[in-house]
């Protein structure tokens, strides 16, 4: 069986009952902007996702959501110019991988969420491999 809904941004999304029921998320922690309407809190009763609506003017309530959204600010779309949704989808996959297999977490020991593989200086010389459109730079070990 095979339906879709209507998101809140216009789009279609097509959903089966397989995805439902397999791997779709169960909880949606959400602010009080006017773009959910109540066809969205019922579309994603359907989905059986149960929604957390934050107090009003409470970020802090949603604090990892608020802390990824500051640094793709900070440290992405601050220093870009976007043309399209394209254009904009293609930088943030782009920044997406660069934030999960070079950057440094603090909270992860100054590695990455994927961590990454210690290089010895006898593997060659250090060089500067761009990331995010040479926006951001990730250095590895390359043989001479």
């Known amino acids: 069986m095979s339906w879709s809904i209507r998101l809140p941004n216009g789009r279609r999304a097509n959903c089966s009952r397989r995805a439902r ?18 066809q ?26 608020e802390r ?11 220093h870009v110019v976007v043309i399209g949704e394209r254009h904009l989808r293609e930088i943030l996959s782009k920044y997406v ?3 999960n297999g070079t950057r440094t977490h603090l909270s992860l020991s100054k590695d990455a969420p994927m961590p990454r593989t210690v290089q010895l200086p006898s593997q060659g010389r250090v060089v500067k491999v761009p990331r ?13």
């Open 40 to 65: 969205f809190s019922r579309q994603a009763r359907m989905l059986d996702i149960q929604e957390a609506v934050i107090a009003p003017r409470s970020p802090w309530q949603n604090a990892y959501a």
């Open 68 to 78: 990824v959204i500051g640094s793709i600010r900070r440290e992405c779309l601050g």
């Open 97 to 99: 991988d660069y934030y």
């Open 132 to 144: 995010v459109g040479g926006l951001h730079h990730e250095y590895r070990r390359r043989a001479a």
């Open 21 to 38: 029921w397999s791997r779709g998320p169960r909880y949606l922690i959400r602010d009080r902007d006017q773009v959910y309407g109540e």
